[in-house]
């Protein structure tokens, strides 16, 4: 009885099918980045080039205005706004999170007793939803019996407006929340890469005579450049798409004090209507987040190439 011979695969064939899987592995990936990524990006960036309103009737007409929307963003004096709220509050966000982010990095990574249960905890910030941690601080904050009160007194400003009510008062409060929210990301990742910085020339530099801070400047710093401006840049990126503990702490108020780009695009969409300014707006958020990270990839190259030479 004759025996069904399976045919051997070639070496070519074989080679074929290798080269074949790593395209068939990412092409997951490939369709979830184009169906929840890229085309959402073109399809707003086609509405911002039309008239659409939100609430529009199936089927109406949709009217192509080119680049209207954008020319009037210019004398749009809410858009100006939102962008230098926008702007100053990434600032400070890259600052404050990123600079505690360190501090507390350098501090956690020194040996002491109970050094793991101060970095499990000092997680913990990170790890609460942002729900929950906009009704503790709206609690903390509040005029009538929050605790920040007892700060009061010293306070250089008038505090009796309400924290998250008055200005500059809201501006500030949003900055420290946001803070304190997103810094032990920060921290941790500093401190991974302080585990990689030279204990030779550590100690190379304690026995030379440097103090605390030379050894950060000569040794540290120069260790973790890269991780410290990687990190500016993704904070700097969080800050511009960052919504839902400003909208739930002010709102963007008082009198749009705290309304950032992404703030103004869900009022102009879904107060006002206005898809396609809307669109506008977010598309303008996108074109100034990917400037900010060209110029960092093509200055981190050119750092790169300056430091191999």
Same mark, same amino acid.
């Given at each position: ?5 399976? &045919? ?12 074949? =899987? ?10 979830? $980045? ?6 959402? +990006? ?30 009037? =963003? ?7 706004? $939102? ?56 609690? +903390? ?12 007194? +010293?306070?250089?400003?008038? &505090? ?5 009510? $008055? ?33 030779? =020339? ?28 990687? =990190? ?46 809307? $669109? ?17 990839? +093509? ?11």
């Amino acid at each position: 009885m004759n025996k069904l011979v399976t &045919p051997r695969r070639t070496p070519r064939q074989e080679t074929k099918n290798r080269n074949f =899987l790593p395209y068939a592995l990412i092409l997951p990936i490939l369709l979830f $980045s184009f169906g929840l990524v890229l085309y959402p +990006i073109v399809q707003d960036v086609y509405i911002s080039l039309t008239d659409k309103k939100l609430g529009d009737e199936m089927g109406a007409k949709v009217n192509f205005v080119g680049l209207q929307n954008y020319s009037g =963003l210019i004398h749009n004096d809410n858009f100006r706004n $939102s962008l230098r709220v926008t702007l100053i509050y990434a600032v400070l966000f890259v600052i404050l999170s990123v600079g505690a982010g360190l501090v507390t990095a350098l501090l956690v990574n020194k040996k002491f007793r109970g050094r793991g249960g101060i970095r499990a905890l000092m997680t913990a910030p990170w790890a609460f939803p942002d729900i929950a941690s906009v009704i503790v601080f709206i609690w +903390i904050l509040n005029t009538a019996f929050g605790v920040v009160n007892i700060l009061n007194p +010293i306070m250089p400003i008038d &505090p009796s407006g309400g924290w998250l009510t $008055s200005s500059p008062l809201a501006f500030i409060s949003i900055n420290l929340i946001s803070m304190w929210k997103t810094f032990p990301f920060y921290s941790i990742v500093f401190l991974a890469a302080l585990q990689g910085v030279p204990e030779d =020339l550590l100690e190379a530099a304690y026995v030379d005579g440097a103090n605390a801070f030379q050894r950060f400047k000569t040794v540290t710093l120069p260790s973790i450049r890269s991780t410290l401006y990687l =990190l500016s840049l993704l904070a700097f990126i969080f800050a511009f798409r960052q919504f839902s503990m400003i909208y739930l702490t002010t709102g963007g108020g008082p009198e749009r004090d705290t309304e950032t780009l992404v703030l103004s695009v869900y009022n102009t969409a879904f107060k006002y209507f206005d898809y396609a300014l809307s $669109s506008a707006i977010g598309v303008t958020g996108l074109v100034i987040t990917m400037f900010v990270a060209v110029s960092y990839l +093509i200055l981190s190259r050119r750092a790169e190439i300056k430091d191999r030479r």
